[in-house]
């Protein structure tokens, strides 16, 4: 089993950027691939990115292409999401996501293990 702990949230501006951090602990982090979701108040949680275990891959949802960045840090067991240019309909709380199986998916339903979430309010 796994731990994750998101850090990172608060409050931006429309255009500003914000990194936020997923930190594992338990099991061998590398051996999950690692996803970041959101859910918005009253809508159901949505895909946002994914890496594969070794960090080689990535894939993104269309509306964050070109504005965040998955990575992740397999020495420091953290996956990282940084986000650009950011817009109020990014407002959610965002959920950092561990998946034991090998293929990058969108589905919440192939990841094993959550963290609690972290809140990211953008203002307008």
């Known amino acids: 089993q796994v731990q994750l702990v998101e850090s990172g949230g608060g409050l931006v501006q429309a255009g500003g950027s914000l990194r936020l951090s997923c930190a594992a602990s338990?099991?061998?982090?590398?051996?999950?691939?690692m996803g970041w979701f959101r859910q918005a108040p009253g809508k159901e949680r949505k895909f946002v990115a994914a890496?594969?275990?070794?960090?080689?891959?990535?894939y993104y949802a269309d509306s964050v292409k070109g504005r965040f960045t998955i990575s992740r840090d397999n020495a420091q067991n953290t996956v990282y999401l940084q986000r650009n240019s950011l817009k109020p309909e990014d407002t959610a709380v965002y959920y950092c996501?561990?998946?034991?199986?090998?293929?990058?998916?969108?589905?919440?339903?192939?990841?094993?293990?959550w963290g609690q979430g972290t809140q990211v309010t953008v203002s307008s």
């Open positions: 338990g099991r061998i982090f590398i051996s999950y691939v």
């Open positions: 996501a561990a998946d034991r199986g090998t293929g990058l998916s969108g589905s919440a339903y192939a990841y094993d293990y």
């Open positions: 890496t594969t275990r070794s960090g080689s891959s990535t």
